[in-house]
């Protein structure tokens, strides 16, 4: 049978052609699809959401996730530049833009990799077998006579031709297909030290974050608050700020202040004479300067966590019990939280650097009682937040001081001690071990935690701070728990080795005394540093090398591997009795037992004088399935040891009864150069085709237990109570006096 | 003949007598103790006393060799260097006994029997109880050794001959414990052991007469060191607001007190070593030192409202009123953070109220820096920011604005001391 | 009107004298080196050469400069390309978020343009009053080390304490 006359031709007609073919088959495959496809993908199955080929060759590539400064922009390009194949100065990649990008959620919880750069590589997959098709078609011969390299589709005959044109003659309107197969050989991109591709802005003074941003006719902005979360501004006459030099606008709704004006500077001055009007507590007055115990206290649901069976232990077993600890602790951000919002007759564009732009909108269309498709929300990179930190907040903030202005840019930054008072904290924690050893055996083991929730991340008006100060405010929604396998409070709370009669309960404290959301790690951090820490004691108790110790009881291949590299890089056979102020500890764990293998060695020195701890020495290995940059893995690993010491050895948010003492960073010191380890070694096990795992959140944890456990080894005591400050370490060092002290005659 | 002769032995007897005062033996050398001979209490009380006393304030001259001593105190003699107290055999303590420690510590003789120089305040530390030399001896012993031979001190002149120390010594040494004092409180006696025995508090406070000796009849008038200003700390104390022993207790472990200002130039050390000392004996010292500042005029009068002559000092001094907006008003003016988390004003300070120039320009200059990885009251450093004439409106324009004293005459001085 | 000399230019900016250099530089000159971190003094995100010497330009306020040579990441090019410590950064990939890495480059120009030879524990010390939340300190730390190379010193190691 003939092909119906065509003005365009064969060509057209087997496009078209192959186009119907998966028109009609789209809804059959669609709901098959969707089950099979990794979870982003699934959300947005057009391969059209995630890869565009340009005429002139350009790729863009869309990502819902965004850069942290975690390395995430470089090797979601790796991944496209490897897949498709093309190579990476090729590639323009779009992050979180809710005018633009899937919808990924939030970036957070060490997914990025797992979820976008599985959609990402799949996607890249499925639009390389496009591409290898339709340069078949065109050169008349069999799909596997073609190598795609370099951008373009070469046959063995020496003839070639660019995605560009290929593209041209297809559509990326379809459906991706899972499982589709990846590429094999050539030169790869995955798992190269492709040079980070912000970096030579960074160092160069080339624009960068939201902060740098300078749209024309932009004004500045400042919000007007209390010192921190619970206080408020006393009642202030604005009138005398209203008519200070540049003052465009002193911006009030309900509670909720702010000054605009067309200077910077002119509009901290502004602020600071606002805030001199002092301020208040709004809510109850707290209970105490550390408030842990407050949250051990207060009422709470109980909610399992694990349960591994096994028989009872013999009624001969030692109990070893064990309570661990931490405060509140603090994001922090080097540079203060800020945004850029601008309304326009048609909407309001947001420049963000907020975790989740989608949520963002839907919050902000719920404040600003505007439909959400009227709200563009644009990721642009800020300074590494660790989490929910003050990011979204001001970009509430920044959208109502614009909201005064129609059609001027605005402009807000936090100020230093804006972000140190309302940022939400990470929730103070207390951990009770319990375990039965019978001789060397691990016969029985309880844990349970106690914690506020581990995220508040605002999905309504209720989420945010302005929210709350409109009037009538929006409620705050009510804190929820993060169910298991993921978890909040309870992450990592199930510990990975294989103990038997093993059972954990998370006690979900829903009275947040202060506001607490996401840290990096979120629960993990505690329970990691209580786990590895009790683990330590019972070989101790069994007097057991304590590495020996744990891989009796670790049954996963993977975790063993790294276990094994990081003691024997680090040296542990040569791990003495320790005591006289030098020691060597070990920590490990699978954050969230689904994302990094993470196992750190530590050698420290405690002076025993000032109470200081000294590391002289780390080695870590890590394996993140795939690497597909190993070294941004490496940077991250280093960065969270570096992060967890800080968090471990020093750092407690103060509070008054009447707000957070923690103000600024005199009174909330962090880790600085001097008190930085001496060396730190990461080793990055690749898993060639594993499953991507997350990286940025898996050091934490085995960072701070390996502290613990060395100043442990070194001292001879066993602090349980994070941070191990100089107070602490101190106090616990300090002999108990025979008689009373007469030394003052 | 026999006159000769008998004035010959009467200078002989005098020249004996001098000689054989200012000879003291040799107490023999000791094998450095084991640390695990002291008990571990001892040693804990010694750690407190050596805070009390703050000992590491003179012989720590590098953090990464605490005790070590060699740094040089400048004195209107000379410089004297400071010895190196670590248990190091060859060039620090390590073979003196418990009694040549003593001996130096209450008569300011060493182990071979030199003289000491009073640039060591044994004047005070001679007040010292048996108990509390035992327990810094053992602190010490216990110490790590440090290589470290510190310079030889060579005064200039007849200062350089140690023995004429002895003469010192008659006159201004006082040996031996403190009487009691029985129409005061036991927490003041204690405190009183602590401030005149290791507390050395008149050896900044205290001006000295020519010998360098503490002028006793001016106690606690004020003096210098280092180029700071110790203030008068009894009815003369120029502060504002009253040192009460509360708000004393308050500065000492916190270095902050709420009335006043933040511990500035020595007293940071002092306040982060007293922070860490039992409570019970800063309460007794603030006691004690309350007691001292009883009649000064502070405590005598209803605390005045905060000055604060903003016009005034605009008028007289426009170009430090910029400098003041852009470098120090983003800490101290009452919007600012410090402020709101209730920090003292500049006008409760006792610098600004102070006689001299030197503290206030000095705290311009070298900021105050809270210890790394402690939390503290923090100021950045402003000397690389602005040159002298700016320092000096800035100090200027500050007495103006906060205070009702006339104008300063040494500003211009107490910065080209203080670039030194 | 005040002027001001910024890396070997000078400029004119109509803003309040006590309006701290920080800002002039980011908003009035389009400068992004120099960052907010904190306006205290306390962090070095804004740090700036000024006569050679490293300082907070969030504590200068722009009258008071006078004469004085105010130099930014931005100055520290050769020759259109840029210089060894830039260069060196890029290198070691040192960077996390990135946000304190401008101040952390200008403070250590400071110190090897003053002492081409430092010891690890001096360069630590002379970083101190910069902060890195990340935790980039060891790569911070290698790459003053490679431009401390490349500037023909280098950076000595001091024998550990017993």
């Known amino acids: 049978m003939s092909a119906p006359r065509n003005p365009l031709g064969r060509r057209a007609f087997v496009a078209n052609a192959l186009v119907v073919t998966f028109a009609l088959s789209r809804g059959a495959l669609a709901q098959d699809t969707a089950r099979k496809l990794p979870p982003s993908l699934a959300k947005a199955p057009q391969l059209d959401s995630w890869i565009r080929v340009g005429a002139d060759g350009r790729i863009t590539v869309f990502t819902g996730k965004a850069e942290l400064g975690q390395g995430i922009r470089t090797a979601l390009t790796q991944i496209a530049a490897h897949e498709l194949p093309v190579p990476p100065a090729q590639i323009d990649l779009i992050t979180a833009d809710t005018g633009r990008t899937p919808d990924e959620g939030v970036t957070a919880g060490s997914h990025s990799m797992q979820d976008s750069g599985t959609a990402i590589l799949n996607a890249a997959a499925n639009v390389r077998a496009l591409l290898t098709d339709a340069a078949a078609w065109r050169f008349a011969i069999a799909a596997d006579q073609i190598e795609m390299r370099d951008g373009a589709a070469h046959t063995l005959d020496g003839r070639s031709v660019g995605y560009g044109e290929l593209a041209s003659a297809l559509s990326l309107q379809v459906p991706a297909r899972p499982d589709m197969p990846r590429r094999q050989g050539g030169k790869a991109v995955i798992g190269q030290k492709l040079p980070r591709l912000d970096i030579p802005a960074k160092v160069t003074g080339g624009p960068a974050y939201v902060q740098d941003m300078r749209l024309p006719s932009m004004l500045h902005a400042r919000v007007v608050r209390g010192p921190s979360d619970g206080t408020k501004l006393k009642p202030v006459d604005i009138a005398v700020v209203e008519k200070m030099p540049g003052v465009v606008k002193v911006v009030r709704e309900g509670a909720f202040l702010a000054v605009v004006a067309d200077q910077e500077w002119r509009a901290i001055k502004a602020l600071h004479r606002l805030q001199a009007a002092g301020w208040e507590r709004a809510t109850p007055p707290l209970a105490a300067s550390d408030l842990r115990e407050t949250i051990r206290q207060l009422p709470a649901e109980e909610m399992p966590i694990f349960d591994y069976p096994g028989p009872p232990a013999p009624a001969d077993a030692r109990t070893i019990r064990a309570r661990y600890s931490r405060p509140h602790l603090m994001h922090a951000s080097i540079g203060p939280s800020c945004a850029v919002a601008q309304w326009a007759d048609d909407g309001l564009t947001v420049w963000t650097h907020s975790q989740g732009v989608y949520p963002l909108r839907k919050s902000l269309a719920d404040l600003l009682k505007l439909e959400p498709d009227k709200i563009r929300c644009i990721h642009v990179e800020g300074s590494g937040c660790y989490g929910h930190n003050g990011a979204d907040d001001v970009a509430a903030d920044a959208a109502l001081a614009a909201r005064a202005v129609p059609g001027k840019p605005v402009r807000l930054q936090w100020m230093r001690e804006q972000e140190h008072g309302w940022e939400p904290l990470g929730s103070a924690m207390v951990v009770e071990l319990a375990a039965e050893l019978d001789g060397d055996r691990i016969a029985a083991w309880r844990h349970e935690v106690w914690s506020n929730t581990h995220s508040t991340r605002p999905s309504t008006a209720g989420g945010l701070l302005a929210g709350r100060e409109m009037d009538p405010p929006f409620a705050a929604p009510k804190p929820r728990p993060i169910p298991m396998p993921e978890g909040g409070g309870a992450r990592n709370g199930n510990p990975i080795y294989a103990l038997p009669n093993a059972r954990g309960v998370f006690h979900f404290v829903e009275q947040m005394p202060v506001r607490v959301s996401a840290l990096r790690g979120l629960g993990a951090q505690m329970n990691v540093f209580a786990i590895e820490s009790f683990m330590d004691e019972l070989a101790l108790a069994a007097e057991a090398d304590p590495v020996a110790f744990r891989l009796a009881w670790l049954k996963d291949e993977r975790a063993r591997e790294v276990v094994q590299r990081a003691t024997e890089r680090f040296g542990w056979s040569k791990r003495g009795a320790g005591g006289d102020g030098s020691g060597m500890g070990f920590g490990f764990a699978r954050y969230k037992n689904l994302a990094s293998y993470c196992a750190v060695a530590m050698e420290v020195r405690v002076d025993q004088d000032t109470g200081e701890i000294h590391v002289p020495r780390v080695v870590a290995a890590v394996d993140s399935g795939e690497a597909v940059a190993p070294d941004g893995i490496r940077n991250q690993i280093e960065g969270g040891i570096v992060q967890s010491l800080s968090w471990t050895t020093r750092e407690a948010v103060g509070f008054d009864r009447t707000h957070r003492t923690s103000f600024d960073w005199s009174a909330y010191p962090i880790l600085r150069f001097p008190a930085a380890p001496g060396r730190v070694e990461v080793e990055v096990i690749d898993r060639p085709r594993q499953p991507f795992l997350g990286a940025g959140e898996a050091a934490q944890g085995p960072a701070a237990a390996a502290l613990g456990n060395a100043v442990a080894h070194a001292v001879g005591v066993r602090l349980r109570d994070m941070p191990l400050s100089p107070e602490r370490v101190r106090a616990a060092l300090r002999p108990v006096p025979a008689a009373p002290s007469q030394a003052a005659g | ?420 | 009107m005040i002027t001001l000399t910024v890396n070997g230019q000078a400029h004119q900016v109509d803003v309040d004298p006590d309006t701290p250099l920080l800002y002039v530089l980011r908003n009035d000159l389009a400068l992004n080196g120099a960052k907010f971190g904190c306006g205290l003094g306390q962090c070095g995100a804004c740090t700036v050469l000024i006569d050679d010497k490293p300082v907070c330009s969030c504590l200068m306020p722009v009258s008071a400069l006078g004469a004085r040579r105010v130099r930014t990441l931005e100055g520290l090019h050769a020759d259109g390309r840029p210089g060894p410590l830039p260069a060196a950064f890029e290198a070691e990939q040192a960077a996390q978020c990135g946000y304190c890495i401008a101040g952390m480059i200008v403070r250590a120009q400071a110190l090897l343009e003053h002492n081409p030879r430092p010891t690890e524990e001096e360069v630590r010390n002379h970083l101190a009053p910069n902060l890195c939340r990340c935790g980039t300190h060891m790569r911070i730390l290698r790459a003053v080390r490679r431009a401390a190379e490349a500037m023909g010193g280098g950076v000595r190691d001091v024998a550990e304490q017993p």
Not at chain 2, 338 to 366: C, F, Y
Not at chain 2, 395 to 401: E, G, N, S
Request: proline share 8%.
């Open chain 2, 1 to 420: 003949m026999r006159l000769a002769v008998g004035i010959a032995l009467v200078c002989a007897a005098l020249v004996a007598a001098a000689v054989a005062f200012a000879w003291h033996p040799e107490i023999d050398k000791i094998s450095p103790p084991l640390a695990v001979s002291f008990d571990r209490s001892l040693v804990a009380q010694g750690q407190d006393l050596a805070r009390l006393g703050n000992c590491a304030g003179c012989h720590t001259s590098e953090p990464s060799k605490p005790l070590a001593g060699g740094r040089p105190l400048e004195t209107p003699f000379g410089k004297v260097f400071v010895s190196n107290i670590t248990p190091h055999a060859d060039h620090g303590i390590g073979t003196w006994s418990r009694a040549a420690f003593g001996r130096a510590m209450r008569r300011g003789i060493l182990r071979d029997g030199t003289h000491l120089y009073p640039a060591f305040p044994y004047e005070h530390f001679t007040h010292a109880t048996d108990d509390q030399l035992d327990a810094l001896y053992a602190w010490l012993m216990t110490r790590r050794p440090i290589a470290n031979q510190v310079p030889a001190t060579k005064l200039a002149g007849l200062y350089g001959f140690r023995p004429l120390v002895a003469g010192w010594n008659l006159l201004y040494l006082e040996q031996g414990p403190l009487e009691r004092d029985r129409s005061k409180s036991d927490e003041w006696n204690r405190g009183r052991v602590l401030v005149e025995g290791l507390g050395h508090c008149g050896g900044c406070h205290t001006p000295r007469n020519r010998f360098g000796a503490e002028d006793k009849a001016r106690a606690y008038d004020g003096a210098w060191t280092e180029g700071w200003y110790a203030p008068p700390l009894n009815a003369h104390s120029p502060a504002v607001q009253p040192w009460t022993a509360q708000e004393l207790h308050t500065y000492l472990r916190t270095g902050l007190a709420p009335h006043h200002a933040a511990a500035a130039g020595p007293m940071g050390g002092v306040t982060r070593a007293l922070s860490q000392v039992p409570d019970e004996d800063v309460r007794a010292i603030s006691t004690y030192v309350a007691s001292l500042m009883a009649d000064a005029p502070a405590r005598r009068q209803e605390p005045p409202q905060p000055v604060d002559r903003l016009a005034v000092a605009q008028q007289q001094h426009p170009e430090a009123a910029a400098l003041y907006a852009g470098s120090c008003a983003l800490c101290h003016e009452p919007g600012a953070p410090m402020m709101q988390q209730g920090r003292p004003r500049l006008a409760w300070g006792t610098p600004l109220h102070e006689d001299n120039s030197h503290d206030t320009v000095r705290i311009i200059m070298k900021g105050l820096a809270s210890p790394a990885g402690a939390a503290g009251p923090t100021m950045p450093a402003y000397a690389d920011l602005l040159d002298d004439r700016q320092v000096q409106e800035i100090a200027a324009y500050l007495r103006t604005r906060f205070t009702d004293k006339p104008a300063w005459s040494d500003v211009q001085a107490a910065v080209a001391e203080a670039r030194k």
